[in-house]
């Protein structure tokens, strides 16, 4: 069974850092894009940060020189360090990833994480 397992998430003090963990597993035969979302209560999902499999990175706005999205391919895994963490910043994270496997390249989603940052 392919599937995407998040780690990471938690409470933690305006100013502080997490650190996120994605990890696919199953039978794949190669990752693209890895990404992170976040959804905050009554707003849609956002991108956060995506990188490809060559290790191109892309970040929103609103998180630039704050987070930094990493991939660790042989580990099948992309983290995000977070850092100076802003109460804005409160959200379930997904982490997203272009997998090919035995049904083609499907897109899956992590189970979600949640951040909370408190002021």
């Known amino acids: 069974q392919v599937q995407l397992v998040e780690s990471g998430g938690g409470l933690v003090q305006a100013g502080g850092s997490l650190r996120l963990s994605c990890a696919a597993s199953?039978?794949?035969?190669?990752?693209?894009?890895m990404g992170w979302y976040r959804q905050a209560p009554g707003k849609q999902r956002e991108l956060v940060a995506d990188?490809?499999?060559?290790?191109?990175?892309n970040y929103a706005d609103s998180v630039k020189g704050r987070f930094t999205i990493s991939r660790d391919n042989a580990k099948n895994t992309v983290y995000l360090q977070m850092n100076s963490l802003k109460p804005e910043d409160t959200a379930v994270y997904y982490c997203n990833a272009d997998l090919t496997y035995g049904y083609g390249l499907r897109t899956h989603w992590g189970q979600g994480t949640q951040v909370t940052v408190s002021s």
């Open positions: 199953g039978s794949i035969f190669s990752i693209s894009a």
């Open positions: 990188i490809s499999s060559g290790g191109s990175t």
